[in-house]
């Protein structure tokens, strides 16, 4: 089985841009740890894009890869690319409808989608979207309007941030008393919560989700905006099945979510409350292997082919930190 792995920011996306060295950095994490997990699984030959800006010498053996140069019409080789293979898995942001396009591109074609569905896609790149799915569920979620206009004064400290933005992108604090002016496009104002930063790893199939991992985000107030650092993958067991429920609500109420998805959430002194859903890889996917013992490609792929989520975990497994400054596990 032939699958082309498209991780957006490595593999020709911007191609005409400057590539920005930390999503750089995340992107190249997270394509390393999935080639190595599909090339895990027998009978399976991954295939890549490649920014020609960037060394494929650390890569795994094994891989197809074909490079992007500036003067390469970069949609005919996507499309080629695409066609040559038996299966899609593409990691990009949703920042933009980037993720969205590329799934509606595959979907368009006999080729198979590793991920969730570009209409899964849709309400999850939409911070309001996601928030009222999972709010008809009774789910809890911090509470998300509507920012379009300038505001002479907050009432309280929030958050403005993009509605389509992806993680910590745009996001800024906004003190009362203090002016809030969102910029262009659609933006959304959230409460500013104090918790403790979390996410969830899991598969989801068609209402159902199995959990993969509960980790810790490593994120920093930096100047008025967030960033994150880091995380711990697999820092939170669950032996009461809090987490497993919780991931099982979310997929009831976006049932359309399929195959690797993350939630963000903030563990606040009330209970956790959801963020975000990230419908796609995220950082946390680089330590889950090492953390738990198990291959998540292989479980994505043995999901593909019979339709049924992995039996729940007997073994909780260890920690791993992943570091964005200095982007190995340990």
């Not at 003190?175 to 910029?183: D, F, K, M, N, V």
């Not at 009461?240 to 606040?268: C, H, M, N, S």
């Not at 998540?296 to 019979?306: E, H, I, K, S, V």
């Amino acid at each position: 089985m032939d699958i082309l792995v498209f991780e957006f920011i490595t593999g020709g996306g911007l191609r005409h841009e400057s590539l920005p060295p930390e999503l750089a950095a995340e992107g190249e994490l997270m394509l390393r740890a999935l080639l190595e997990d599909l090339l895990e699984v027998p009978g399976i030959r991954p295939l890549i894009l490649r920014d020609d800006r960037l060394d494929w010498e650390h890569l795994p053996c094994g891989v197809m890869i074909t490079p992007v140069a500036a003067a390469d019409d970069f949609d005919r080789i996507w499309r080629d690319a695409i066609a040559r293979c038996d299966a899609v898995w593409p990691i990009a942001p949703e920042t933009g409808g980037v993720l969205e396009r590329l799934c509606r591109q595959v979907e368009r074609t006999a080729t198979a989608l590793l991920t969730s569905p570009a209409s899964a896609v849709t309400v999850a790149a939409s911070k309001i979207a996601t928030a009222q799915a999972l709010e008809r569920h009774r789910l809890p979620v911090v509470p998300t309007q509507p920012c379009e206009a300038r505001l002479d004064a907050a009432p309280a400290p929030v958050v403005i941030k993009p509605d389509g933005g992806a993680g910590c992108e745009g996001a800024r604090v906004v003190r009362a008393g203090c002016e809030l002016t969102p910029g262009a496009g659609r933006w959304v104002i959230q409460p500013l919560l104090e918790g403790d930063s979390l996410s969830l790893s899991a598969l989801f199939s068609h209402g159902r989700a199995r959990l993969l991992s509960c980790n810790r985000q490593h994120v920093e107030q930096a100047g008025d905006g967030f960033a994150l650092r880091g995380c711990t993958v697999n820092a939170l067991a669950d032996p009461d099945g809090f987490w497993q429920a919780l991931a099982g609500d979310v997929a009831k109420a976006l049932p359309e979510l399929w195959g690797y998805a993350g939630i963000d959430l903030i563990r606040t002194a009330k209970g956790p409350v959801i963020l975000e859903v990230n419908p796609r890889l995220t950082t946390s996917y680089a330590g889950l292997k090492a953390a738990t013992g198990e291959n998540p490609a292989g479980l994505t792929l043995d999901l593909y082919r019979t339709g049924r989520l992995p039996a729940p975990r007997t073994q909780w497994g260890t920690p791993v930190t992943l570091n964005l400054e200095h982007p190995d596990a340990h």
